[in-house]
């Protein structure tokens, strides 16, 4: 199948800045995408989406851009805050697709005071 | 909130034990998944079922079966557990089969074989 990568496996941000975490995706007919938070012991955990016909979705804190000519996500969280603190992945859905989802393997994020 | 609730966050067993992992979701969901996360390789997936006694294969089923005789539950079993099982499962579900939509997941069972 095809993979979603991440192009920095850890990134440190200073608490109250801006993080950007990167994902690549390879499949031209992937139609949704979604980032999860996923901290230390816990499952993942949705945090945002967004559909191929978007190149931009906001949510509380959190901003997802879609460039679909270079087939690249990117998850914007302003503010950065210490329970920000996890491991962030993509994860992409192939058009049509049943089984759904294909996910990167992640970015720790970790927040420094 | 959508539940789903993985029925032990930590087990070890030995070699050759048949495992069951048990996950149960609470918003009347048609499809679930099971996955292993393991450092580096992200999330696999190893089963799915979109209806009550309904199976697919994922990514990686050699050495696992599944069981879906309720919707709400979703089994996981290992048939003869081996060292190269031990992983994180994750267990997933969503509302319905197609459609754009997140899957949400349990906790997680984080599975030891000796």
């Known amino acids: 199948g095809e993979s979603v990568g991440l192009h920095l496996p850890t990134l440190s941000v200073q608490e109250g800045d801006n993080s950007i975490i990167n994902c690549a995706y390879s499949?031209?007919?992937?139609?949704?995408f979604i980032w999860y938070k996923q901290e230390s012991g816990k499952g993942p955990q949705f945090i945002i989406d967004?559909?191929?016909?978007?190149d931009k979705r906001q949510g509380q804190r959190v901003t997802v851009l879609l460039n679909k000519t270079v087939k690249h996500l990117s998850l914007q969280i302003a503010a950065t805050q210490p329970g920000d603190s996890a491991v962030y992945f993509c994860?992409?859905?192939?058009?049509?697709?049943?089984?759904?989802?294909?996910f990167g393997s992640g970015t720790q994020l970790t927040v420094l005071p | 909130d959508v539940k789903v609730t993985q029925s032990s966050r930590y087990l070890v067993k030995r070699t050759g034990e048949k495992v069951f992992l048990e996950c149960v979701q609470d918003?009347?969901?048609?499809?679930m998944f099971w996955y292993r996360q393991d450092p580096g390789l992200g999330l696999r997936l190893i089963y799915f079922?979109?209806?009550?006694?309904?199976?697919e294969k994922g990514d990686i089923p050699e050495g696992y079966s599944v069981s879906r005789e309720k919707k709400e539950r979703f089994s996981l079993i290992l048939e003869s557990a081996s060292t190269n099982q031990t992983s994180m499962y994750l267990c997933?579900?969503?509302?319905?089969?197609?459609?754009?939509?997140?899957?949400?997941f349990g906790d997680g069972t984080r599975l030891s074989i000796l």
């Open positions: 997933a579900s969503t509302l319905t089969r197609g459609g754009n939509q997140p899957q949400h």
């Open positions: 499949n031209s007919a992937s139609d949704y």
């Open positions: 967004i559909r191929s016909n978007m």
């Open positions: 994860a992409e859905k192939l058009t049509g697709s049943a089984r759904q989802l294909t």
């Open positions: 918003m009347d969901h048609e499809n």
């Open positions: 079922s979109y209806d009550v006694k309904m199976k």
